[in-house]
């Protein structure tokens, strides 16, 4: 990763601003030590020209400009320690076992069951996140339940306006912070729909909102800036589910 969000609208930058982005993009390890005031003194600006520029480079303020920087030197220590054949093997085989030991068959059939009552079944994921969510909401139409993947922004906001009883809402998020996807669990939880969050193994604030939750296994989980995470655990926790309801829908025409 490159510090692009510093220095794409470079031009665009007032003398003061291209200043700061300067020593900042020069000095990037300086700066992780830096607080905002810390940083004016030391190139002679004031602190709040500080926390303006890095607002208008689209961050919250100066502390996540500094956790962005801190990313940026973070990935490429990582590009000097290029992995083996191996170590990628090996990384993958890790992910998926510590997912597996993860699942709890009792937690699997109670979430198995919601999904088969459910009169419908929402299916929200956001980022590199929704292409599984796209391919758990196929899956389940292959096994006639009715399913919809809701990608659209807007759309998820309508959705969660007009839940009802009987609907079931499947939220998928890696870090279990992003706030869209906490924001309609929040709203679907109030309305005494049920949630299930497929995140990861986590302090995070998604599964504690959610009433049904299951985990998988990830190394990292912060994809606000690096969406090349693995989402291998994610797509583990799919196939077990997509397994678990196509064994269920067997079993019923088998009594019947």
Partial sequence: MILARLTENYDKLTDLEKKIIEYIVSNPQDVLYLTANELAKKIYVSKTSIINLSKKLGFDGYSELRYYVKHHIESQEN???LPSFNDILLNIYDEVNKTLSLQNEENIKSIVEVIRK???VYIIARGASMPLADLFCSRLALLKIKSIFISDLNLIDVICENLSKGESLILMSLSGETEKIKTVAKKARALGIDVIALTSFSNNSLQKIA???MFCFADNTETKYNDLVSRVGLHVLIQILIS????????TKNES
């Fill in 79 to 81: 590009l000097k320690k």
């Fill in 118 to 120: 459910s009169r419908a």
């Fill in 211 to 213: 009433n049904y939750r």
């Fill in 244 to 251: 678990y309801l196509d064994t269920a829908g067997k079993e």
